[in-house]
DNA sequence: CGGCATCCATTTTGATACTG
DNA sequence: CAGTATCAAAATGGATGCCG
């Protein structure tokens, strides 16, 4: 298996012959919030057969894209963690969100799967450098019973599942409110306001907060008629 | 036929809906350097069956992201283009060439294909916005029979298949050259110094073009072992 | 239960032949 | 040139079974 490659002596091309493959992009999203656990993978795929995950992770595994690891206490439970290599991959699971959140993200529809992991991520893909200088705040979200963390320190931000040590500010929100703030339809600042989300802690952190996540310019995709270049 | 969703509303994963089918991604990388004809695509990309690549298009077409144009005089024949959707995917592509350049470009294997076009790309996704502020040029490339043009105002870069109208500088290379240029095994200051490409025209943009394209810093997977966060 | 391997019906694909 | 039609081979997804 993952014996068929494109043949192109091409950067793009050899990308997609490592991770392009069905699922691959969806496990390396998932691991970008921290090391998960095969079972944990599991269940944010639905419709990945056990099978083809095994495989697929071995196949990350053989590519130096991920590893096993062991949590540490009081875990101690293998996991899956990614290797510098697919870490670096963020930048590709971005940008595919970036497009997303302006092209693809209207009403949810029926039967649509949800996790609040990937509204962090659709979060951090709104994430504004210019805007953060200067800040250095633990911000954590409390989402029913998930909860992740964004470190920010002067125009970067990290997002991480779980608790954080000592955060700044604690957002805590419904799963409904957060789904809509990974769709960027509604605004963090918004959802305080409205009191589907409260927020709670430092008034600096806090004030600043608004400002953190730029919505993207949503956009209507059609094919208009023209003639070319 | 592309029923086959992920079912989960994520803008990583709707985005992956769209263009995440094998050959689908490298069919927007072939019209991100301009419009293309049935065949050219068919040329570009070796393995791809004509029915496959017509039920792309079809699906490009009906989801927004391509259409058909009637390519302007003298040619006049039908090709098809990316729409603003389309083009906004840019960098996806982009990001993907980046983790290439730095992963996955290790020597050429034997039977790979390979089309002056990608090399443009990789080129494209080496460039230093830093390093062309203020500059306003036009460079041509001619590779054998294939030419591209780059146009670079002041930060940003444009990169299209054919000629320019009145290019500043002219670089000529042979497709060995090239395509070691698009895997950044050597760079296009080194080239022009050992005479594998030449370059002629206006001399300030020639001096300039030394810095607009920045080498990744390549690296090597593997799995190192560790234990996790 | 976590972490797979196996089997099988259904889809997708690759390659070629064929048509307007 | 720009596709359709056809068909064998491969990949997927689901269920099931195994083993510590």
Known sequence: ??????????????????????WTLLLIRELLTGPKRFSDLQHSLRGMGTGLLAARMKHLEREGLA?????????????YALTPAGVDLEPVVMALARWGLTWAMDEPRDQENFHPGWAVLGLKACFDAEAATGLRALYEFRVEEEVFHARIDDGTIETVHGPAQHPDVIITTGRETFRDLAASRSTLDEAISSGAASAAGNRQALRRLHDLFRLPHRRTRSAAPSSAS
Chains 1, 2 share one sequence.
């Open 1 to 22: 298996m993952e014996q068929r490659n494109y043949n192109q002596y091409c950067a793009t091309a050899r990308t997609l012959d490592l991770v392009g493959e069905r």
């Open 67 to 79: 590893r096993k690891v062991t949590l540490p206490p009081p875990a101690r439970t293998p996991a």
